[in-house]
């Protein structure tokens, strides 16, 4: 029997930030497999296959670069990427309302590779602000296939798919863009002919460039400026000029960026986010706790009728079940924050947010790009420490690494909203939440205030922020973002949640005997002191220590000390009769605040290579903890009387 063999294609995506690019990727392979993760420097890239017309084709989506130089880690990252992984086809999207900036990236490109085709994108948007680009015209003056969007996000798939192929298959024009730079260039790339070959990092005439780039400033400036000019040129031939009066976009900054309205429209924002996740996740959470807990009694009766070992079959019910039921249980609340996290970066609004905290590090005494590295640390602290390189001075890469340690990651704000959701109603959760977040809105400025102290500066940068119009984010773009977000969460969480559910219930069951004789009782309350200061039982002081190895294993610790100990009921209505809502709060506070989790105290040390900073990170933090933890909890104390 012959094997079939299938043609695959590899196309890389490639585009400035905030082009649209992660939209189009959403769009193309919508729930399509995910074949790969490539792990860079700082995040990872997503690959995904999607079969059409008997071919297989591989879509990669890398970060937005302007340029292939090696200032910054996405660019390392994309330069690894294509040396290491090289594309068949390299797929440059275009914003047609920032035409200049793309174009530049799309000559370099060609000037790179031969196997290029460009996708103009925001047709749309800019349409509607009296803009025309017309895409027939690009083709005409680079001899570049160009597919542009039908509707917002979308392109005519047949007509993308066979341009793809026809790249890739050579049918199409392939050949090196070569622009005329000055005699200075053009001399030294002829005295240098002949040195370098054509391969896979780029034709032997582009890596000569750069060679001179590093090499020489006035190279690097001569190079740089004739490329944007030419870029320019193109521009004002293929598009007709922007008119001068006001858009949409600008009326709705008029508020959103206001100095006194656009904060409070900020926290507005986020108040309804948290509340729609919380009013929509809860009866979803109670649905999959009623699931579990009936699959447990259905292996218990189960493994009880086929004479199973009790021990093993206590581990499997009592241990692995309920612990991954618990980190289960905040499934939803994952899925519903991803989703309005989705909503808003593809509406251009995320990115205004980043304007308004601008003013917030200013006022802080660090520099505006530091915002960056704090927004990414929401995504997971290693990725907000890893992005610290995008800082020049050693100042404020240290700020970045110490103050993104505190940014709620979805570990910590999933067990945080499982939790909040619990205790409190909608109304009353959203209050909670958001307190919480003011909390560690105002430690950073702590920590950066503190590091200032002992740090001195190393020179002042500068940060320069683009804001792109508005548009309305495609259901299947938020949708397909949420639902890969939420997955690989999932998939970070599996083996580590099994692990500590293993452990948990080991120290829970032995020696055998009354379970406050058992190992977990007995290191909690060795603890219990530490506990008692800030209100909180040994049970739940055993649960933070567990979530040192991972954040999200504190759920499935509280789920099995907590079963263990009662037996019976869903781990929310055991928690909800067992401490108090000034508890759960206090508790909550310490949870955000405490020791990062051992994978980002490593990357604290393999990014700054000083243990100091590491154990002041860790310290600190548990410091910081248990004294406002302490503050919060006899203040609460002292109210409630």
């Known amino acids: 029997m012959n094997e079939i063999t299938v ?38 890239v997503c690959t995904m296959a999607i079969n059409y017309d008997n071919r297989e084709f591989h879509f990669t989506d890398l970060p937005g670069i302007y340029g292939y130089g090696s200032h910054s880690s996405e660019e390392i990252l994309v330069n690894d990427f294509l040396r290491e992984e090289p594309p068949d086809v390299v797929m440059v999207v275009l914003d047609a309302m920032n035409l200049e900036r793309g174009l530049y990236l799309l000559l370099e490109t060609m000037e790179r590779y031969h196997h290029v085709m460009a996708v103009l994108n925001k047709l749309e948007i800019a349409f509607e602000q009296e803009l025309i680009v017309y895409h027939d015209r690009l083709e005409e003056e680079l001899q570049v296939p160009v597919v542009p969007e039908k509707k917002q996000g979308t392109l005519d798939t047949a007509e993308l798919f066979a341009t793809i192929t026809n ?43 750069k060679r001179l780039e590093t090499e020489s400033d006035a190279m690097q400036s001569d190079i ?24 949409l976009s600008d009326r709705i900054d008029r508020w959103a960026l206001h100095p006194l309205w656009g904060g409070p429209l900020m926290l507005l924002v986020f108040g309804i986010m948290f509340y729609l996740t919380f009013a929509i996740s809860r009866p979803l959470s ?40 618990a980190a289960m249980g905040f499934l939803p609340q994952m899925a519903m924050f991803f989703l309005f996290y989705s909503l808003i970066q593809d509406s251009g609004y995320m990115v205004r947010i980043v304007f308004l905290a601008d003013k917030i590090m200013s006022a802080m005494g660090m520099n505006g790009k530091t915002f960056l590295p704090l927004v990414l640390g929401c995504s997971c602290n290693v990725n907000g420490i890893l992005a610290s390189r995008i800082l020049s001075s050693r100042y404020d890469r240290t700020v970045a690494i110490l103050v993104s340690s505190y940014a709620p990651c979805p570990a910590r704000l999933g067990v945080m909203v499982f939790l909040v959701s619990a205790f409190f ?16 809105l105002l430690l950073m400025v702590l920590v950066a205030y503190i590091v200032s102290l002992f740090i001195p500066r190393d020179g002042e940068s500068s940060f320069m922020m683009e804001l792109p119009p508005y548009q309305t984010p495609t259901m299947q773009g938020i949708t397909t973002s949420a639902v ?6 999932v998939h970070r969480i599996r083996n580590v949640i099994i692990a500590a559910s293993v452990v948990m219930w080991c120290l829970s069951k032995f020696p055998a005997g009354p379970f406050e004789h058992t190992y977990i009782a ?37 789920g099995i000390i907590y079963h263990a100990a009662q037996d019976s009921g869903n781990l929310a209505e055991i928690l909800t009769h067992s401490i108090s809502p000034l508890t759960a709060f206090t508790f909550l506070l310490v949870y955000m605040i405490y020791t990062p989790c051992v994978t980002t105290l490593v990357t604290m040390y393999q990014e700054t290579k000083d243990w100091r900073i590491v154990v002041y990170g860790a310290l600190g933090s548990i410091v910081s903890a248990v004294v406002l933890g302490s503050l919060v909890f006899h203040g609460g104390r002292l109210l409630l009387r």
Not at 224 to 247: L, Q
Not at 531 to 558: H, N, P, R, T, Y
């Open 7 to 44: 043609e695959i294609i590899k196309v890389a995506i490639i585009g400035n930030p905030n082009v649209g690019k992660s939209v189009l990727f959403n769009s193309i392979t919508g729930a399509s497999q995910i074949i790969g993760n490539w792990c860079g420097k700082t995040t990872e």
């Open 167 to 209: 790249v890739a298959s050579h049918q199409a024009p392939r050949r090196n863009y070569a622009i005329r730079y000055g005699e200075r260039v053009e001399r030294a790339l002829m005295q240098c002919k002949g040195s370098l070959q054509d391969g896979p990092q780029g034709s032997a005439r582009w890596l000569l460039l």
């Open 224 to 247: 740089i400026s004739t490329r944007y000019n030419v870029a320019e040129d193109i521009a004002a031939r293929i598009a007709a000029k922007r008119p001068t009066g006001e858009t």
């Open 286 to 325: 109670e649905w999959i706790a009623e699931i579990f807990d009936g699959l447990g009694i259905f292996l218990a009766e189960w493994f009880f009728i086929w004479n199973v070992p009790g021990l093993l079959s206590d581990l499997i019910v009592g241990g692995i079940l309920k612990g991954v039921g």
């Open 425 to 440: 109603a909608s109304t009353a959760a959203t209050v909670v939440m958001l307190s919480l977040l003011g909390i560690s």
């Open 484 to 489: 890969w977000m939420t997955l690989n969460f």
């Open 522 to 558: 007995k290191i909690g309350q060795i603890l219990e002191p530490v506990g008692d200061l800030m209100g909180l039982s040994w049970q739940l002081i055993v649960a933070l220590i567990f979530g040192i190895a991972a954040k999200e294993s504190v759920l499935s610790s509280l």
